[in-house]
């Protein structure tokens, strides 16, 4: 079965660039969203189909992909960004979830 | 607005089965698919399937096969998820989420499933 992997965490200082990658093979031909994941609560979509925003979520939030692996860039990271993140995209009639990244601001 | 409003929290003994509802409102119900997506404590999210409300296609993640059912009830705009032979490690947080060809842009608020 598909596989995306995710780093556990990603550390970033505040106001900096925050990076979060997702590796799987061929995942240039896929479209990948980005889950951001309260503690508790439902995850809430910010990128999907690679590189769109929904509305309500910030430019500072953005998707990218290049040969095997996607990011999800926030860009002046804030506290209020630590939260679990995670890729997923459709592969073989199933949705495929990374394992989660958390996002720690120093 | 879209919402997605799940049943309440459940306690099953091990080897029961559990049904959780989700009942959709503000748009229309059969142009999407609802997905169940399943979260242990501490952990990452798990797909279980999806159905499609229109057609009643489903489809299930290999893991749940032949444990998990999804049915629904275009009158009411519902779609319920049945989880049987219930095991301890089946303790999770069940969503559902509106799938538009894999986006899942709205999710409901969760419904807790212990197994104990």
Known sequence: SYELSQPLSVSVALGQTARITCEGDNIGRKDVQWYQQQPGHAPVLVIYRNVKRPSGIPERLSGSKSGNTATLTISGAQAGDEFDYYCQVWDTNSVVFGGGTKLIVL | ?116
């Open chain 2, 1 to 116: 607005q879209v919402q997605l409003v799940q049943s309440g929290a459940e306690v099953k003994k091990p080897g029961a089965s559990v049904k959780v509802s989700c009942k959709a409102s503000g748009y229309i119900f059969s142009s999407y698919d609802i997905n169940w997506v399943r979260q242990a404590t501490g952990q990452g999210l798990e797909w279980m399937g999806l159905m499609n409300p229109s057609s009643g296609y489903t489809a299930y993640a290999q893991t749940f096969q032949g444990r998990v059912t999804f049915t629904g009830d275009t009158s009411i705009n519902a779609i319920y998820m049945e989880l049987s032979r219930l095991r301890t490690d089946d303790t999770a947080v069940y969503f559902c989420a509106r799938g538009d060809r894999s986006v899942l842009q709205y999710w409901g608020q969760g419904s807790l499933v212990t197994v104990s």
